[in-house]
């Protein structure tokens, strides 16, 4: 099966190991030098309607991707930790 950048984008992505429902996906990490795809990113939920920012971003890397299928993405991740916030507000409470 052949897909696009644009086609993945906001197909839920679900982890093979609980079965829950991490997010939509919502970008891909591309390695320009190797011009290899390296993970796929998943937006954090916002916080408050997005006026005060969103959750953090989960990063997946490619070799926890187990199946692209047409609606959803299954992966061998259990969702822990995120990398990154996002929103005018984000960080209006974080210490300096």
Do not use: C
């Not at 591309?30 to 937006?43: F, G, H, K, Q």
């Not at 939920?45 to 490619?62: A, K, M, Q, T």
Request: hydrophobic share 45%.
């Amino acid at each position: 099966m052949l897909s696009r950048i644009g086609d993945l984008r906001n197909r839920d992505v679900i982890s093979m190991r609980d079965g829950v429902r991490i997010g939509l996906l919502g970008d891909v990490e591309l390695n320009t030098e190797s011009a290899m795809l390296e993970a796929i990113v998943v937006y954090g939920r916002p916080r408050f309607f997005g006026l005060f920012g969103h959750e953090e971003d989960y990063v997946i890397p490619w070799r926890d991707i187990r199946m692209i299928g047409e609606d959803a993405v299954l992966v061998d991740f259990t969702p822990q930790k995120r990398v990154q916030k996002r929103g005018i507000l984000a960080n209006f409470w974080e210490n300096p």
